[in-house]
Structure formats: structure tokens, C-alpha cells
């Protein structure tokens, strides 16, 4: 042993031997960085790409523009060289009626718009739909629970392949374009993760090794994230918070830097036009007072009960739609989910707009110039002082959008829940986001005018004087669009440092950390799981929480197979059993392994095989080696067992032996057996007693048991 | 088994049974929070302590103020009512030589106030080593290496106990004040961790319990860096990148309440009157160009090339300290490093001022109405524009500032190297900052006058047009400070979102994160060790680091122990010893546990057992219980074995036999034991081979062996 370790020594000691060692590390150093700059370069223009793309068809919904039909909105009016009056209204830009009947006023152009509106939505959500269907049955839905799934250590093939990744970016387009109620983060999530896997096959150290290419998805989830919001420091946040099940902190690094150039690649693309890094960029002027506390709480606290409702009515219905016939009809209920929304969002301007716009102007804080309805304040210049504007009266543009935002909340809030499951690509952030966005503006514009008309409350007194801004209704916005969003994904401080990200002031965290943590109780207290965990539940995915504490007293003999009347485990010996006994076993049995024993008297544990190389090895003997026939004993020691010489000739497997199987005692507390599994991912553990073999716990069984203990059906865990 | 099921099911889903779970587990949840509340709180407080004191002490040194000697010199003059020129420059403050000779001219007076300061530094850091020497040894240096060990399992008894919290704020404070080349963030790191481990002992759930008291002492850590610079994010980044070993994501949420609370309640407590939360707020105005990159590069290439030179040459110092006499005298060590730093320091008002001033001033952007000699540019008053200054000849104060910084340079990386590993409380972070800080701003303000003077050459031409603000020296110091902190330390992600959080603007990540990333590429290069893990090492920690891959081909039956011409394994018998036999055992060996094998025949493994519990149970048998003599039997069966009736009474000790220790087979690959080490966190682990014991792996032989493979002499690995 001395000796062997001596040699090693001296031959890693020799210098050629180290200086090539040396290259290889760098190399293989090289080849990290490599793939994640590949990465972030293919997330942040895939990510720019439909960005443009959606928000081209999106107006295209409402128009087009004559100077060149791929101009957005935006875009046309901005090349647009006559002038006019309102920056939305250019010549060049057509809506449908104008082009069509050769006007935009009066009752029937009204219609013919409207028409045009929903026609565009079906097209576009039935394109995605059928997309989906016919291609890559995998695009569809938001991604992240089967990601979560997957980086648990369970495979799904196929799910991040290239067919997903292209129509999914092409789908994610279309369904976000349809103007249906859904979102383009976690879906960008997913297709980050599929430009990492597809780009891990140009390294063959990533291409092999299962573990390595799980750090890489790791990191291409927090890319993805890092794109949705412009959030880099979230998404690596989000990525270790919410996505990943086994975060090692060498990649963190690597993490950050592709979340950083996927960013940086999508801000030179510059798909909004306004060279900022992130979604919805906000700029607040007043810091907050410490009462305002308690509306931000009571922002948390709708949160927290809208994520729990909205967990509860979405799983109710995808259960239905898994159970009944209701499933067997997917592209209909794209149609009729698409043409119920598009029908109640065209006469409410604040639906009819894209979601990331309503969110942005619900987000803006009003300056003296803006000309959104929700700014249409009563203007008093004498109390005006530069660009800080005092609480002023409500207008009567106000009190409609206060109308308008209300109806919108309530559409926004029951569609939602029938969309989010769909055969679409679908995000939850910017739906759930919006709800809270309007609830928090609602509540902020209330709190404002109470301020400007009672400033001599109490409540009031002491901070806010009459002529002063006392308070954002913006912030407002931004606190409830947290909480909404933390009541439906139960992330924590990834939250907030996105939000943070988006405002760049450390004055908002507390607001949006109190909201986000009142938001979070109250949506834990209603329905222990977040949305993707619901989602990883209901498909039956083979995923072990690795939040949860486990905290019951069972032993490991009281999980393992064989239970206590069963028959015994199945095993095979290591050198009295022949081909014929062990291709029974495999037949009999659908066990995906079988324990190795030293024989059936002892029960000493030698080691594990599995059923795959068994049934290889065997076939591939039997055409191959001479002289293996059905009474040829087959055996797993180094040397071959003494048998009288007319036996036939006999059959070393040794090779696809594991002899480091993972044992633990009977008398193993789950706790920590339960800890061994998530720690070390682990498929299987053989349960021993004194050195004998026992039983078998597999991951099927941890969760079994642990859907037993929290009285729940223990056969909602299926692998399907 | 089955039976046994259900009737734990009846008796959690009785509705008493589950309110009270419910309320108990509120209780539960409720009081972690309140625990990070209070570590918050207590955190908060006593930086914004050591803050305040170490203010007014390092002022102390140069004067005293009239008004009140509770007055530190810039609230001295904040409170003066007479008008005064300059701002540093009030009547009530006075030198030492204005109190003693009356007036401040002249040499005499110099020489006054240098012997005064010299004095003074003199006194606070005596008085600091004798405090750490007399009262508590381990409140010197930086505390992080030690909590890094500790948080991976290792026990060091009274480390973060009330005398160091009390002795360690106290020195931190005069060795801070006694203008010693250190910085108080690292100590308050530790400081912070104090605070929490002794909070723990309030809630029962954390006093008991040795691995939830870890998970609150990484959210302390996390307060600590909060506090150390206003960068809440940072802080639990740091904890999380650098400082925990094992960091379950539930605490990430807490981690983050507590360095949110501990920076709040600074900022409340505001000592530096600025009402910023954090310690070097900079404010930059002008983007940064792409070619800019070179320089930041170079800074990185610097930062890297200091962090390798400083750890070689301070371990190779605080080698010689630990084997030399020189070891034997830290007072008188601390005294001579003291008079040098001050004797040299004096001159130059760069050094002169606290290091924390020094790099505020170096982040610091020149304004039109800054009065510092760094900001002394001829002034074109045309070519101004409102506060965007374009680049300006550097007038004579700038030139003389250069010499200064260099010397001032020179003198910090030299004197710094003696520093850290004193007998004093002493922080890294600041020094290091400091070092990069002053390089950059030299190169930053060379780069500002090549483009002011050669903007025709063809690197400026595109970008730098004359009168332009194109180069920004403040952000050079920045980049130069995250550069050899990350040189030092090796942080990364941590420390670009401190910087960030310093800056608040996305905008300057890439160079940070260019520089960090260079940095850490160069000194890895030279030593791959950070100065925590070099100082862990030195002082022979068993520390397993965490994020070292293993990736030797070994097995376990190489590593464990007995090896191959060893005598074999001593092991325990389940029913067959006698109390002599045992406690000859435990006289002649001195393994901290045993383990119980079935007959020493068989050698099948039953359970562990450790020597502590073995000689209290037997010790506690031999005096309490009847008839135990040394023929007595001992037998860790759940029945008794059968013997001759004549034989002495026996000794049950099942209770202490741990029934489930952790085995792996002997052909388990090393990096697989590793792994399991790491994960579990596990002391030792016990070898099988065929069910039958073979050996045993400590903890111990782990490093050992690693330490072994890298060339490393394995006795290093010490545990002293």
C-alpha cells in the first residue's frame, strides 16, 4: 500500500508529468468559462430575439406600419419624420380600420379593430398551440418544475433538446404575442437551460459526466433569469434559491458570469430601446415613511392569499384537466381560453396593452410631463417645485383608470388560472406580477388622495404636510407586484434583489422585504408548497424537497423493502447461481438492480448490480463466449469458485459489479437517511443488520413514505 | 411495522394533537426569527459602538476638542458656532501642541504632535495586546479562519463566547484607533458570530442543538459583513461564498433578515453622519469606455500578483512566529510594529489619516468644490459644464498627492505583512482595499492626464475628445481595491456585489467583475490559496475544504486504518468482553471510539461506540450498580447472553451503542469518501468488505491522505 502511494507520488512529481497536468487544468478550466460565455451570448440573443419578435406581433395586433411592416409601433412612429402631436400617433402607423375602411373613428372601424384583435390572438395562440403539439410536446408550460425535476438527478430525455429549445423560442413568441395572460420568464428559464445542455455536447468533459452537466444547467437557469429581468445578481440568486437542488459554490462564479453576459449581450441588442438593462426601469424621487408599513403589509397579505388561491384553483384545474376528458382536447381550450380573453381585454385599455407595458406604467411614479391617464392629476404649478411633485388632487382621468384597473385585476386574476397548464409556453412571473401591480396602485393612489384630502389625521401628521410628496403610488405597484409574485413561487430573497436590481436603492428593501415575508406566511399557513412545487407534485415527478425538514422519528427498517410479511429480497450470490437462475430473477422481477450476496446462508453484502449490464452481459456471452450455456454459473468474485471440471465453463462478471453500494443500518433514523438521498443524490440504499443484507430503500420509497407521514396518498407519487 | 404506522397516523391526525403541532411549530418558526432579530439588533449596535469610539480614539491622537473631549474633531467643529476658513480648522479643536505650547507653527510643534501621536498609538495598542493576552487569547486576529472551521464541525471551546465578544470589541476598537495597518471588518465578523452564539442560549432549540447553532452562526457572519460595509446582499453572499461550509437554503432567507436588521440599525445609530448605510458611498457620473478594460485588467493582473506575494510572505512570517521565540513575545512584537507604523506614518498625511478616510477620499470623484489636494486640477472654468467636470491638467497638490500615495503604497504593502497575525484584533479587508485602492487611483490619474494631453493618439481618438470627461481616477481606485481584496481573499461573486452595493449602478460591474476575475486567475496561478485556508492550514485546522475537487483515483482501503502491515483494528464484541477486558482497551489505546462487532470471529459490524460514553457508563456501573466487578460481562444485545448462572451480574450498555454508524465498502473510491466527509459532515466512517469490518476512516486520515497526494508533508495536518 506504502509502496503504491510512493510510485504515485513520484510520477505526479515529475515535471513533464505536471506541466502537462498543468495545461489539462487550465484547459479544462478554459473549457467552463468557454461554455459559459457560449451560453450567456445564446441566452441573451435568443432572449433579444423574442423580445423584438413578440413586441413587433404584438402591435401587429393592432396595426401596422405602412413605412415598413416589420416596425413595431414604437419603432415606426420614431422614424417617423412629419410631426404630431401625440407620440403614439404617427401617420405611418395604420391600425387595421384605417387601412381597411380608410378611417379609425366611429362604431364600425371599432368593431373592425376589435376583430382584427382577436383574430390575431387566435391565430397566434393557435400556431403555438399546434406547435407545440406536433413538434416538441415538451415546450409547452413554464419549464421550471420539470428543470427542478431534472437537477434533482432524474432524467427526462429529450426535454432540453435542440426541437424543445427551437419551438419553444418560437412558440414563447406566438403565446406571448397572443396577448393571452402569461409570461416570458420562465419559459426564458427553460430556454436557457436548453442552449446549456445542447452547448454541453461541445465539450466532452460536460458531455459525460451527468453531475457536471447539472452545474451547467444551473447556471443557464440563473442566465435565463438574468434576461428576464435584467437581474443578474437575482437570477444567480433565483437559480440557487428556487431551481437548483444541489448548488456547489465553484459555480457560482461561473454562474455569474454568464448571468452577467447574457445580460450584457441582451442590452446590446437593446430590445426596448432605452439601452437599460432591465424590464421595468423605475426611479423613485421620496423615500417611504416607516407607516407606510402597514399598507405594504397589507399588500403582503393580499399576496399571500391571491398565491394560495391562485395555487389551489390552478392545481384543481390542471387535476381536472389531467383526469377528465378535458385533456384530450388541447388546442381547443387554447382557442376558447384565447378568444374569452382577447374578447374581455380589447375594450380595457390597460388589458388590451401588453402585460410588461401595464406593469411598467404601473410601476412609473408620475412626473410633472406624463400624459398616461393615470397621471392626470389636478395641477397646481405654484406648488411645484422643480421635478418634485406634491400630492395633488385625483382627476377625473385617475378615477377612470382606477375603474379600468380594478375590472382589469379581476379579469387578470380568474384568467390567469385557467391559462397557467396549457399547451402553450407559459410564465407565471409577469401575470402574477400585474395583479399585485394594480392592487398595489389601487391602494397607493387611495392612500394618496387620503393623505392630500386628510393631512391633518393623525396618521398622517408628523410627515406629511400639505404641498408634500408624501407618497408613490408607484412603490405601491412595485411592493404588491413582490408580494404577488412571492405568494405564488415562495422565493425569498431572490425576490427581493430582482426588485432591487430594478429600482438599484437599498431605501426599498425593507417595503419589499416585508411585503414578500408577510406574503410568504400567509400563502405558507393557507398551502405549504409553491407553485412549482404543486406542478412537480401533480405530474407525479420523482422530486425530494430539499427545504423540508424531516422530522419523524421512523427507523430505516421501516421503510425498506421487503416489509415485514413480504417475501425476501431478491438477491443474487456470488458464485453459485447460473445463467438460468439469474435470467428467472430478471424476469420475474422488474427491479431495475439486485444486491449481491456472498451466499444465501451468510447474506453478506458483496455488492450491486444492475439489471441493465445484467442482461447485456448475459446476452452478449452467450453470443460471444464459448461454452456459456443455461447451467453455467455465473460469478462476480476475482477468482472463479472450485467446481468439478465436467461443469461447463463459467461466466466472470466482477466488471459491472459495484462494490461500493450504499448501506446503511436498520436502525438508521429516516432523518437521516432522508438527508444521506438528498445530499448525495441517491436511486437506492441497502439496509443491513450486523453485516447482513436486509432490505432495500430506493428514492420511490423515501417519497412514499414521506407523502404517508404528511397524510397525504401515498400513490400520488407515480412516475409518470 | 404496518400497525405501527397507523397508529402514529391516528394519533398526529387527532385535531388537539395537530393544533398544538400547529401552534408549537408557529412557536418553532417564530422564535428563529426572533433570534435573528435580536443577533441583528445586538450586531448593529455594537459596530455603530465601534464605529463611534474608534472615531473619537483615532482623532484622539492628533488633538482634543475644547467644546468637550467627548467631541470627536469633525463633530468638534460641526458643533462650533464661530466661522472658520477651512472645515478641518475650528477654534474649539486643538492640537496637542495648541493645548501644550499654545500655538500650532513651527517645528517644535511638529515634532509635538508627532511624539503625541506616536504616544497615543502606542498606548491603544499595549493596552489592546495586553487586554487579548490577559483576558481572552482568542479575540485576536481575524476570527475568520477559526469560524470557517468551526462552521464545518469542529468544536473550539470558548471561541465565541461572552469574554471574547467583550475583549474583542474593546481591542478591536484600540487597535483600529492606534493606526495599525488592519481593518475592523473581519474581527466583526467575529463579533457577530459571537453575538449569535450567545443569543443561541435564549431559545432552547438553538442551545441544544450543535447544527442549527451553525446555521445562526452563518447568518451572524452574514450580519457581521452587513455592518462591516452597508452591503446587506454582499454579507450573505460572503457568508454563503466564503465563510459556511454547509449553508441550507432555509437560513439564506434569515441570513438575509439579520444582515438587513444589524445594517438598519447602523444606519440608525449613523456614525458617519452621512445617514448612508454604507461606508464608502461613491456616486460616479460618467460611463466607462471598452478600452478601458486594459487598464482595469492591469489592476487585476496587480491585485492577483499582491494577493499571492502578501500570503506567501505573511504565512512565511507567521510561520516563523509560531516556531521561532519571536512567538514568545507578542507584546513586544505589537509595540515594535506599532512605532514603526506611526514613526512612519506621521509624515505623511496620506498614512496619517485612517485608512477607511484614505479610501474614501481615493473613491472619491473630484467635484468643482472639492478643497482636497487629490482634486487640485487647473481649472478651465469655460469649458465647465453644471458638476460634469471634463478631464483637467493635474495641477502641483495632484503631483505632490502621487508622491505621497506612493510612498504611502510602499509603506501598506510592507507593513501590512507584519500586521495580520499579531496578537491583536485585525481585519484584512480595509488594508488590502487600501493597496489597490492607491494603485489605482496612480494609474487611474496617469490614464486621466494621457488622455487629457495625448487625446489624439489613436487609443483616445473615438471616445476622448478634448474637454471631455473621459477618464473617471476614483473608479480606478475602486476596481484597484475589489482587485487585491480578491487577491487576498479570493472572494468573488461576494465581493463584486459588495462593490456594487457600494456603487449601486450595474454599470461598473463589468470592470469590477474583469478585475476580481483577473485577480483571482493570477494569484490562483501562484498558490491556490486564500489567505483564510493558508492561515487554516498553518495553523493545522481540520478543515476539509469544501470546494476542492477530489479527483485522485484511490480507494478507500488505502486510506483507512489499520493499513496493510499494521496490527489489526481494535474492536469491541457484542456480548463477550468483560469490564477489564474493555477497560484495558481503553488504557491502551487512546481512539475516541470503538467499534462493536458481532464476535471477533465473525467481525460483523453491530455499532460504534465512543470511548467518552464508554468510561462515564462504566465508571457510573462500577459505583452506582450492584455486582459489577471485572469479570463482569458487558453486552450491548437487547438480551442478555447466555452464561453459567454462577457468573458475575452483567452490564447492559445498548443505550450508548450508536446502531447506526456510516460504512462504505474498501473499494469505495476516495472521491467518493470524500464527498460523503464533506456532505455529512462526518468524523469517521467505518470500511466493510463483505459485510465484515475491515477498518476505519477519521476525519483525520482524510486530510492526511489529501494532504499526502498534494505533494504536502501529511504531518502538517495537526490538530493543535
Not at 153 to 181: D, E
Not at 479 to 491: H, K, N, S, Y
Not at 537 to 545: D, H
Request: hydrophobic share 45%; net charge neutral; glycine share 8%.
Amino acid at each position: 500500500m506504502i509502496h503504491h502511494l510512493t510510485e504515485r507520488w513520484e510520477i505526479t512529481s515529475r515535471s513533464k508529468e505536471s506541466t502537462w497536468a498543468l495545461i489539462h487544468s487550465v484547459s479544462d478550466a478554459f473549457s467552463g468559462w468557454l461554455l459559459m460565455l457560449f451560453i450567456g451570448l445564446l441566452a441573451g440573443s435568443l432572449a433579444g430575439l423574442i423580445d423584438i419578435s413578440a413586441h413587433w406581433m404584438t402591435d401587429l395586433k393592432e396595426g401596422v406600419c405602412l413605412a415598413g411592416f416589420w416596425f413595431n409601433h414604437e419603432h415606426c412612429c420614431w422614424k417617423s419624420n412629419t410631426t404630431f402631436t401625440d407620440r403614439d400617433k404617427c401617420p405611418e402607423w395604420m391600425s387595421w380600420s384605417q387601412l381597411i375602411i380608410g378611417h379609425g373613428e366611429g362604431a364600425f372601424a371599432y368593431i373592425l379593430n376589435y376583430f382584427m384583435y382577436v383574430i390575431w390572438a387566435l391565430l397566434f395562440s393557435l400556431l403555438a398551440v399546434l406547435l407545440v403539439k406536433g413538434f416538441a410536446p415538451y415546450a409547452c408550460g413554464s419549464g421550471i418544475p420539470e428543470i427542478k425535476t431534472i437537477l434533482s438527478g432524474f432524467i427526462i430525455r429529450g426535454y432540453l433538446g435542440k426541437w424543445t429549445l427551437i419551438i419553444k423560442t418560437i412558440t414563447l413568441v406566438l403565446a406571448v404575442s397572443s396577448g393571452l395572460s402569461l409570461g416570458k420568464e420562465g419559459p426564458l428559464v427553460h430556454v436557457a437551460c436548453c442552449c446549456g445542455n445542447i452547448l454541453c455536447h461541445l465539450f466532452t468533459k460536460y458531455r459525460k459526466n451527468e453531475a457536471k452537466r447539472r452545474e451547467v444547467l444551473s447556471a443557464a437557469a440563473a442566465a435565463g433569469v438574468s434576461v428576464a429581468f435584467g437581474a443578474p445578481i437575482g437570477g444567480v440568486l433565483f437559480s440557487l434559491e428556487e431551481v437548483s437542488y444541489y448548488f456547489p459554490l465553484k459555480t457560482l462564479w461561473r454562474s455569474f458570469f454568464a448571468a452577467l453576459v447574457a445580460a450584457f449581450t441582451l442590452r446590446s441588442i437593446n430590445p426596448f430601446g432605452n439601452s437599460r438593462l432591465v424590464l421595468f426601469y423605475v426611479e423613485f424621487h421620496m423615500p417611504w415613511h416607516l407607516l407606510e408599513l402597514v399598507p405594504f403589509i397589507l399588500l403582503g397579505i393580499f399576496g399571500g392569499l391571491w398565491g394560495a388561491f391562485f395555487i389551489r384553483s390552478n392545481i384543481a384545474w390542471c387535476r381536472r384537466r389531467k383526469t377528465t376528458k378535458l385533456g384530450k382536447y388541447p388546442v381547443l381550450e387554447v382557442f376558447v381560453v384565447t378568444a374569452i380573453t382577447a374578447i374581455l381585454a380589447f375594450p380595457n385599455e390597460y388589458t388590451r396593452m401588453s402585460t410588461s407595458e401595464l406593469i411598467s406604467e404601473l410601476f412609473n411614479d408620475c412626473g410633472i410631463l406624463d400624459s398616461s391617464k393615470l397621471c392626470e392629476y389636478v395641477n397646481d404649478f405654484n406648488s411645484t417645485k422643480g421635478d418634485d411633485l406634491p400630492d395633488r388632487a385625483a382627476g377625473p382621468g385617475v378615477y377612470t383608470a382606477m375603474w379600468q384597473l380594478a375590472l382589469a385585476l379581476i379579469m387578470k386574476v380568474f384568467i390567469t388560472i385557467f391559462t397557467f397548464g396549457m399547451k402553450v409556453p407559459s410564465g407565471l412571473f409577469i401575470p402574477s406580477m400585474a395583479v399585485g401591480a394594480i392592487a398595489g396602485r389601487l391602494l397607493g393612489v387611495a392612500m394618496e388622495q387620503l393623505a392630500f384630502y386628510h393631512h391633518d389625521w393623525i396618521i398622517f401628521s408628523g410627515w406629511c404636510s400639505q404641498g408634500a410628496d408624501c407618497i408613490t403610488p408607484g412603490l405601491y405597484a412595485m411592493v404588491g407586484a413582490a408580494a404577488c409574485l412571492g405568494g405564488v413561487t415562495r422565493m425569498t430573497v431572490s425576490l427581493v434583489v430582482i426588485m432591487f436590481e430594478l429600482t438599484g436603492g437599498l431605501e426599498y428593501i425593507v417595503p419589499l422585504m416585508a411585503a414578500a415575508m408577510t406574503s410568504k406566511w400567509v400563502a405558507d399557513a393557507i398551502g405549504r408548497e409553491g407553485i412549482y412545487d404543486a406542478h412537480i407534485r401533480l405530474n407525479g415527478y420523482p422530486f425530494l424537497e430539499a427545504k423540508e425538514e424531516f422530522s419523524h422519528k421512523t427507523l430505516a427498517m421501516d421503510v425498506m423493502r421487503p416489509r415485514r410479511n413480504d417475501p425476501p429480497l431478491t438477491v443474487i450470490t456470488q458464485d453459485s447461481m447460473t445463467v438460468e437462475d439469474i435470467e428467472t430473477i430478471i424476469n420475474e422481477t422488474t427491479y431495475s438492480g439486485y444486491p449481491v450476496v456472498v451466499s444465501r446462508e451468510s447474506q453478506r453484502l458483496v455488492g450491486f448490480v444492475l439489471r441493465r449490464d445484467l442482461i447485456i452481459s448475459i446476452e452478449n456471452a452467450r453470443k460471444k463466449q464459448d461454452g456459456i450455456v443455461s447451467t453455467s454459473i455465473i460469478y462476480f468474485t476475482d477468482h472463479s469458485p472450485p467446481l468439478p471440471p465436467s461443469s461447463p465453463s463459467m461466466l466472470k462478471l466482477r466488471s459491472i459489479l459495484d462494490l461500493s453500494p450504499f448501506t446503511v443500518t436498520d436502525q438508521t433514523p429516516m432523518e437521516i437517511v432522508v438527508d444521506i438521498f438528498r445530499k448525495l443524490g441517491l436511486r437506492q440504499c441497502l439496509v443491513t443488520h450486523n453485516g447482513k443484507l436486509l432490505g432495500i430503500i430506493t428514492k420511490k420509497d423515501v417519497l412514499k413514505h414521506i407523502a404517508q407521514l404528511a397524510n397525504q396518498d401515498p400513490d400520488s407519487i407515480l412516475f409518470n
